[in-house]
């Protein structure tokens, strides 16, 4: 039996800094889960390359943006029934 958790990353106001703790928690061995709910993520080296690296862990990329080419689209509809699967919430 597996402790891991499921914990979700909501990325909205800070999300440069949510894809940063989003690879910071990989370490744990956790299920980890990147949600934007807010405007497109910025496309600089480090975003990209945390998430690329976040791709290397199986991490889970959300978006209810479309423009967010990286990440699964969800809508907004979805989100409540999508967060009630994880452990942890954090939003940034």
Do not use: C
Not at 45 to 59: P, Q, R, S, T, Y
Not at 73 to 88: G, S
């Amino acid at each position: 039996m597996s402790d891991a958790k499921k914990i979700a990353v909501i990325a909205q106001d800070r999300p440069g800094e949510a894809l940063r703790m989003a690879l910071g928690l990989t370490l744990e061995g956790d299920e980890i889960s990147v949600i934007n709910v807010g405007d497109v993520i910025a496309k600089n080296d480090e975003n990209e390359m945390n998430i690329m690296a976040l791709g290397e862990f199986d991490a889970i990329l959300m978006s209810l943006n479309e423009a967010d080419s990286d990440f699964q689209a969800i809508t907004m509809q979805d989100l409540p029934a999508k967060l009630a699967e994880y452990d942890h919430v954090l939003p940034y």
